[in-house]
């Protein structure tokens, strides 16, 4: 047990004996005193968890990272496996009626302009995008970090 809950444990227990002690009458003030202390308790601790968050947040924009706990691989890793997959499978879901469209309306031209936009798009993606487009989302998520 934490030494924090063993004080909370202490608090409730003393509420509870004051209680009896003093009766049912007193028994609002004395619930609305112990909540108070637990809604304390709760705030000092996300006060804590938010404070911690964002130095690890301000850390990694000082070294032109991200920070672990958002589940995206740091910048310069590339994209992970899922995002790639997911890119993937979406546009090969999307060629489908693209395709279609393109064949009944355009023939086998507007079906090859189709499939080669699509394959240029996988392309990109897979290299990695346009740098522009790269320097923009790291000052973007930089921003956002600062609180802009």
């Known amino acids: 047990m934490d030494s924090r809950d063993a004080d909370l444990k202490r608090e409730l227990d003393a509420t509870l004996q004051t209680r009896k002690e003093l009766g049912a009458e007193y028994e609002t003030e004395l619930v609305d005193s112990f909540m108070e202390k637990v809604e304390q308790r709760f705030n000092d601790t996300a006060d804590r968890h938010v404070r911690r968050q964002l130095a690890e947040q301000q850390m990694a924009a000082a070294r032109g990272t991200r920070p672990h706990a958002t589940g995206r691989p740091a910048q310069g890793q590339g994209l992970g496996f899922g995002e790639r997959f997911a890119f993937v499978a ?59």
């Open 90 to 148: 979406t546009s090969l879901v999307l060629a489908i009626p693209l395709s279609a469209i393109a064949a009944v309306n355009a023939g086998l031209y507007g079906l090859v302009v189709t499939w080669a936009g699509i394959v240029a798009v996988n392309a990109v993606h897979a290299s990695g995008g346009f740098g522009w487009l790269r320097r923009l989302r790291r000052e973007k998520s930089t921003s956002e970090w600062d609180g802009e």
